[in-house]
């Protein structure tokens, strides 16, 4: 088995992260960065895509503060980035406790389905056990078939689909015992 882990963002990965924004990288939802403007000043986008405290603003105009997090990256042989986790703290807000969940997670396409996800999941189950959670929230799209696939291959008990009151569609609830 290769050597992965998560870490946090580090420069040492950038080349490595700024090919996988080429490939059209993101984490979750989010649509991906533009690498010509990320490649500009990486040590101000890592700064900003790790800054706690955060508005998010939704397609439909209305906002919420993001829950406090920690970004990982999930890496391969000390330097090809393969993916990220974003792990939530707590769900500090009523569309945290709701639809966005503990968790969220991307996967660079050339390393898709291949099981990473899957790894780095589990990889995050330290972590969240080191931040007091004995289980995660973990929420996908209805009609994301492998993000389904993922999160209970994990262990993940589908509780009940929701509707995203921001227009994003119906989404699945799953929790995981870490």
Known sequence: MANRRL??????????YLAAL????R???DPPYDPTVVVADIPAHIAEITRQ???HVFADGSSAPLSPFTLFWFIEAERAFIGSLH???ELANDYARLIAGHVRYGIRPSRR???LGTEM????FGPAKALG?????????????ASRRLIEKCGGMYERTVLDPHGEGPKRRYWIAV
Not at 7 to 16: K, V
Not at 22 to 25: G, H, K, P, Q, T
């Open 7 to 16: 870490c946090t963002p580090d420069l040492i990965h950038a080349p490595s």
């Open 22 to 25: 080429r490939e059209s990288y």
């Open 27 to 29: 984490l979750g939802d």
């Open 53 to 55: 405290g955060r508005i």
């Open 87 to 89: 792990l939530r703290h």
């Open 113 to 115: 389905n291949q099981g």
């Open 121 to 124: 999941l589990l990889a995050a």
């Open 133 to 145: 959670h004995g289980r995660l929230l973990v929420v996908c799209r209805e009609a994301n078939i």
